[in-house]
């Protein structure tokens, strides 16, 4: 389920024109990518947000820039549902 809101609840939805994504952790569980499936249904990695010493740092892809004309509203939630991601884990 994507997030779409945060101002009073958490609002959580599954909609359809919003491709299926997937967080997944890196083999030393020092980063979390979230990605898409692109058409040919390949992960299309989107936001890597990553820890250097106490910061959070959030990267924004390649793919993610190309996202804005084809699927803004992939870019829309994409961050509140990583942030979600990120929050379950600590």
């Known amino acids: 389920m994507w997030v779409t809101s945060w101002k009073h609840a958490l609002g959580l939805a599954r909609l359809s024109y919003l491709p299926r994504y997937e967080v997944g ?15 040919d249904a390949e992960a299309v990695p ?20 190309r996202t804005a004309d084809e699927r803004d509203a992939v870019r829309l939630y994409a961050r509140a549902t990583l942030a979600l991601h990120l929050a379950a884990r600590g």
């Open 25 to 39: 952790e890196s083999a030393a569980g020092d980063q979390l990518t979230f990605s898409t499936r692109g058409p």
């Open 46 to 65: 989107l936001l890597v947000a990553g820890r250097a010493g106490g910061r959070l740092l959030l990267r924004e892809t390649e793919q993610y820039g």
